[in-house]
């Protein structure tokens, strides 16, 4: 049973960094390009970065030169670098492969506020 356990979440400052884990099981990692995916209220989910079987990252406008994904394929696990976060970067953050082949985990939520 594929399971994603997504970690590392809470409240921070504008300006301030977390860093978000997500340890994946049940599938072959290595296989899949990673994704990080959020959700802010009222919103539809969406694709945060993504990182290839070999490391080659993409990043969506909003979170370039913030955020960082990375991967460590011998523990399965994704990671979701944020530095310098705003206000609209307020979402329940979720991982999945890119594109989605397995049901969501629960994420865990970033909130950024002053």
């Known amino acids: 049973q594929v399971q994603f356990v997504e970690s590392g979440g809470g409240l921070v400052q504008p300006g301030g960094s977390l860093r978000l884990s997500c340890a994946a099981s049940?599938?072959?990692?290595?296989?899949?390009?990673a994704g990080w995916y959020r959700q802010a209220p009222g919103k539809q989910r969406e694709l945060v970065a993504t990182v290839g079987r070999s490391g080659s990252t993409t990043y969506v406008d909003p979170v370039k030169g913030r955020f960082t994904i990375s991967r460590d394929n011998a523990k399965n696990t994704v990671y979701l670098q944020m530095n310098n976060l705003k206000p609209e970067d307020t979402a329940v953050y979720y991982c999945?492969?890119?594109?989605?082949?397995?049901?969501w985990g629960q994420g865990t939520q970033v909130t950024v506020s002053s």
């Open positions: 999945n492969t890119f594109p989605t082949a397995f049901s």
């Open positions: 049940g599938y072959i990692f290595s296989a899949y390009v």
